[in-house]
């Protein structure tokens, strides 16, 4: 990887984690948590995947800022931003329409694509497979 990309594979990943703590963080303290579970619930889908949804924002958001575990979780938050496709695709394409559309979300999981093949860039903390299979 060279320097530059090094650089720019650090701020797609901060800028990436800091939507989604932003994301889950909305939905514990706007909509509420019993107001996520019953929207998720509106939707046909058991509510305890609101909660997995925030934790997956939330500690998703935090490992990418932090560069821990970057692909892995990169990949692991994907299958939310597909849901959210899901959830949108009724409202039309753009994500100003009422409801709010689905090429944000489609968008935001090419990125974690991207941020999958870089991996994480400058300022990463990378536990090495030696520590993790130590602790």
Same mark, same amino acid.
């Given at each position: 990887?060279?320097?530059?990309?090094?650089?720019?594979?650090?701020?797609?990943?901060?800028?990436?984690?800091?939507?989604?703590?932003?994301?889950?963080?909305?939905?514990?303290?706007?909509?509420? =948590? @019993?107001?996520?579970?019953?929207?998720?619930?509106?939707?046909? =889908?058991?509510?305890?995947?609101?909660?997995?949804?925030?934790?997956?924002?939330?500690?998703? !958001?935090?490992?990418?800022?932090?560069?821990?575990?970057?692909?892995?979780?990169?990949?692991?938050?994907? @299958?939310?931003?597909?849901?959210?496709?899901?959830?949108?695709?009724?409202?039309?394409?753009?994500?100003?329409?009422? !409801? !709010? !559309?689905?090429?944000? @979300?489609?968008?935001?999981?090419?990125?974690?694509?991207?941020?999958?093949?870089?991996?994480?860039?400058?300022?990463?903390?990378? @536990?090495?497979?030696?520590?993790?299979?130590?602790?």
């Amino acid at each position: 990887m060279t320097p530059n990309s090094a650089y720019a594979a650090f701020v797609l990943r901060v800028a990436s984690g800091a939507l989604f703590i932003a994301h889950g963080l909305l939905k514990v303290f706007v909509f509420t =948590l @019993p107001g996520t579970v019953a929207y998720f619930e509106s939707l046909g =889908l058991p509510g305890f995947l609101a909660y997995l949804t925030i934790i997956a924002e939330i500690g998703g !958001g935090l490992a990418l800022i932090l560069g821990v575990a970057t692909r892995a979780v990169s990949l692991a938050v994907t @299958p939310v931003l597909l849901g959210a496709v899901w959830v949108h695709s009724g409202n039309g394409w753009v994500f100003s329409n009422e !409801g !709010g !559309g689905w090429e944000f @979300p489609l968008f935001w999981s090419i990125v974690q694509g991207t941020i999958a093949i870089l991996g994480s860039g400058a300022y990463a903390l990378k @536990p090495s497979v030696r520590a993790l299979a130590a602790a």
